[in-house]
């Protein structure tokens, strides 16, 4: 299966640790997008990527997150300092945009972050 | 900003009936895909099925059409012969086509049961 991957799938970390997740997009793929998704709630947008460039960053992206994609293939998502409200699933998706129209954009299995 | 409204948090149906989840949703721009995502428990998200605004002629993927009223920002998902798969988070998402943000706006889901 050569789809979105996520690691780890769970994590759970105690209040004021660093935590770091990684997401290998489809390969090919030129665009990987963060987003944040909390019980009840539908997916939120976080940031997206470009190759290696970060296009798009949400104001929910606070000072202690940070992301990376450096060589245009797998991309990091890091958590400074974490708080209770960062307990949440973080999705991963990626998408081949192609210079028009709606690139359809496939999501991974998520990492379910815990923080105590 | 652009909104999505899913108003019903839960539907049921049953097995080899037809159901109908609502969206609406909010936006000044006249051109736009529409899309609708299935969240199987524990499993990741997979695309249903997607509507370019400028389409006028609904879209239909097997057992699934949508309903799409422009003038009425409706984005409703018919689900035919339902099948006890079919159980899961359905969401509604928009998303700007080119010159804006590439993010995925989400609703907040329909749970669907399905009832053998």
């Known amino acids: 299966d050569t789809g979105v991957s996520q690691d780890p799938r769970h994590k759970i970390t105690k209040r004021g640790q660093n935590v770091t997740f990684r997401c290998d997009p489809i390969?090919?793929?030129?665009?990987l997008y963060w987003y944040r998704q909390t019980l009840g709630q539908g997916p939120e947008f976080l940031t997206y990527?470009?190759?290696?460039?970060?296009?798009?960053k949400s104001r929910l992206l606070s000072d202690r997150f940070s992301a990376e994609r450096p060589k245009g293939s797998f991309s990091t998502l890091e958590i400074q300092r974490t708080e209770q409200g960062d307990s949440a699933m973080y999705l991963c998706?990626?998408?081949?945009?192609?210079?028009?129209?709606?690139?359809?954009?496939?999501f991974g299995p998520g990492t379910r972050l815990t923080v105590l | 900003a652009q909104t999505v409204t899913q108003s019903q948090p839960e539907m049921s149906v049953q097995e080899a009936e037809t159901v109908t989840l609502s969206c609406t949703y909010d936006t000044s721009e006249s051109d736009y895909y529409l899309f609708w995502y299935k969240q199987p428990p524990s499993r990741q998200m997979i695309l249903v099925i997607r509507?370019?605004?400028?389409?006028?002629q609904n879209a239909t993927e097997n057992r699934f059409s949508v309903n799409f009223q422009k003038a009425a920002k409706s984005f409703s998902l018919k689900i035919s012969d339902s099948q006890l798969g079919d159980a899961a988070m359905y969401f509604c998402?928009?998303?700007?086509?080119?010159?804006?943000?590439?993010?995925?706006?989400f609703g907040k889901g329909t749970k669907l049961t399905v009832n053998p």
């Open positions: 509507q370019e605004a400028y389409k006028q």
């Open positions: 390969s090919e793929h030129n665009r």
């Open positions: 998706a990626s998408s081949l945009f192609q210079g028009s129209g709606a690139d359809t954009q496939y």
């Open positions: 998402a928009y998303r700007r086509t080119q010159g804006g943000s590439e993010k995925l706006v």
């Open positions: 990527f470009q190759n290696e460039a970060q296009l798009e």
